[in-house]
């Protein structure tokens, strides 16, 4: 569908990375929330829940399935859904900068405008993921492994870039004395004001450059070199995770305060953009690019030993899904711990300030970015490589785990765990971004893929909606003292992490009724070695024998024998 070039799969995996660098602008609202905050609603009484508004409009923008829908028009395809994302996201940042430096914009033209960066994201996200799994059916985990995971180190690789270029240097470095606070944020809005113009120039800038690149392909079939290719990408983006974390890790060791120009920081920015090209050496040729339209994809069989693969002509399409309850359990699974994970996300400039920890703010986002990342790369991997032990729907399940762990932590009035806590919960959150793709093409195909995946990421919006803005706002100014903006002490938003508890806990019971319902798509046929998915993916190998697989003992008792079955070759 669409107009665009052929290239070589994997010239289109770098195209679609960076342009996943592009759109992972969407998690950084929290760097410069407080500064927006200060400058829009320093007198008002209810400046949380206003700024709390502008990340929900910016969610809403980002998780509306407007992308998807977009994507699978007659219009639509990935080139014109990535120069879209360019139209709206320069905007978006640009009439924000502009409200940082004073020009007097109504609040409700500021919702909209967070509403257009946070389509600008949507719309590249979805260019790069639609792309990707349709040219990568036999590696829908670690092709969504790889482009999610880079998604969620973007927003890193950006706050470094933050850091390093646009965050002016503390004033008491300047001057040998500690200024007042307000002295000291007027200092930061400038860095914030900086940093707002560059991403609204930087990104389009970037997803217009690479979109050339990014197109359909004959299905990549399964094979050694494929293997080995992924390998080198994920190397790639684990190492740039590791240089990011242990920079986070060290600055904070260190009491080296972000923006102070030190060493440390020029040199992590630039180990980071070496270490970023080198994704251009992962294709070693490209075929010459041929003009193409409505590019069909032929059926592919896969020539590995013991694994051919068939693709399926079956699908459901959005109306089919929705009158599934399914859908429903799916939705209802990830509601709790994409909203968990983005009230965190969200709100760990003011979760920090309650604690006493603002120091660590910009640290704690990039760590945050890091293990979301860390957590979209290995469920990726584990996805794929456990599928045919134990049924996908099972990783949902250990995510609502996670998530509520996470908030059981930042509920306790223990400091310490605060950054763990914060951690955690981004890692529960990354996981879910790399588990519901390809249960997406295992349940319901190929047909309406990027819809349904914009219809299930408004698990994120709805979950933002209902934990950041309706309840951890009111909470947080409830427990503010009058006449205060800000908030102090454990109670800030320790019932907004019980309730979240509750609900990962919903959640959870959701996930095993699907894990029930889907069991027969991922059951094995005894004795022909056959195991199929929704798309038709057929494994044949003989099977002489089997073994049981253990499995958590709450899970044993909702699955049916044959479902833990695993072949042995």
């Known amino acids: 569908m669409g107009y665009g070039l052929k290239w070589e799969p994997w010239v289109v995996v770098v195209g679609c990375v960076f342009m996943q660098l592009a759109g992972g602008h969407i998690y950084l609202f929290g ?3 407080n500064e927006l905050k200060y400058v829009l609603f320093r007198d008002a009484s209810d400046a949380q829940t206003r700024i709390q508004a502008m990340a929900l409009a910016g969610n809403i923008g980002c998780y509306l399935p407007l992308s998807g829908l977009w994507h699978d028009t007659r219009f639509g395809g990935a080139t014109t859904t990535a120069i879209l994302g360019s139209l709206l996201t320069f905007p978006g940042y640009f009439l924000l900068y502009k ?21 600008g994201a949507s719309f590249f996200n979805t260019s790069a993921i639609a792309t990707s799994i349709r040219n990568f059916p036999h590696h829908r985990g670690m092709i969504i492994g790889l482009m999610a995971s880079f998604f969620g180190l973007s927003a890193s690789v950006l706050v470094q870039s933050y850091v390093t270029w646009f965050k002016p240097k503390p004033l008491e470095d300047m001057n040998g004395m500690v200024p007042p606070p307000a002295e000291q ?33 004959d299905p990549v079939p399964v ?17 740039t995770a590791i240089v990011l974390l242990t920079s986070g890790i060290y600055t904070t060791a260190s009491g080296i305060k972000k923006g102070s120009g030190h060493w440390t920081e020029d040199a992590t920015m630039w180990t980071v953009v070496l270490l970023l090209s080198l994704f251009l050496l992962v294709p070693y040729k490209a075929y010459k690019k041929v003009p193409y339209k409505d590019l069909e994809e032929p059926a592919e069989t896969s020539k590995e030993p013991g694994n051919e693969v068939k693709l399926s002509k079956e699908e459901e399409g959005p109306m089919d899904a929705l009158r599934s309850v399914r859908f429903y359990l799916m939705f209802g699974s990830l509601f709790p711990v ?16 309650a604690k006493d920890k603002s120091d660590a703010n910009d640290v704690m986002v990039q760590l945050m970015s890091v293990f979301n990342c860390f957590a ?4 990726g991997v584990v996805g794929d490589y456990f599928v045919h032990k134990f049924n996908r729907p099972v990783l949902l399940s250990f995510i609502l785990v996670v998530m509520g762990v996470s908030h059981a932590m930042l509920a306790l009035p223990v400091d310490f765990l605060v950054i763990p806590g914060a951690c955690l919960a981004a890692f529960g959150y990354g996981c879910a971004w790399s588990t519901f793709p390809p249960l997406i093409a295992e349940i319901f195909g190929f047909g309406s893929f990027a819809t349904l995946y914009s219809m299930f990421a408004m698990a994120a919006c709805l979950g933002s909606l209902v934990f950041s803005t309706l309840l951890a706002s009111k909470v947080y ?11 102090y002490g454990n109670s800030c938003y320790q019932l907004t992490h019980a309730i979240i508890c509750c609900a990962c806990g919903i959640g959870f019971v959701c996930s095993l009724i699907l894990n029930r319902l889907v069991s027969h798509i991922y059951r094995p046929r005894v004795g022909t070695e056959v195991i199929e998915l929704h798309d038709g993916a057929v494994s044949e190998a003989s099977v002489s024998s089997a073994k049981r697989v253990s499995v958590p003992s709450v899970i044993t008792p909702i699955l049916d024998e044959e479902n833990i079955i695993e072949h042995v070759e």
């Open 31 to 33: 760097t410069y929330s």
């Open 99 to 119: 409200a940082i430096n004073g020009t007097d914009i109504p609040y409700a033209a500021l919702l909209f405008i967070c509403g257009l960066w946070g389509s």
């Open 185 to 217: 944020i007027e200092n930061d809005v400038s860095g914030a004001s900086n940093f707002l113009l560059f991403l609204s120039i930087g990104p389009p800038i970037l997803a217009v450059l690479t979109v050339t690149f990014v197109s359909r392909t």
């Open 223 to 239: 094979s050694k070199r494929a293997a080995t290719r992924f390998k080198a990408c994920y190397t790639i983006i684990f190492t």
């Open 338 to 353: 994409m909203g968990g994970g983005l009230m965190v996300l969200n709100n760990i400039a003011q979760i920090l300030k």
């Open 376 to 379: 979209r790369l290995l469920i």
């Open 477 to 487: 100014e409830h427990h503010t003292e009058s006449g205060e903006t800000d908030c």
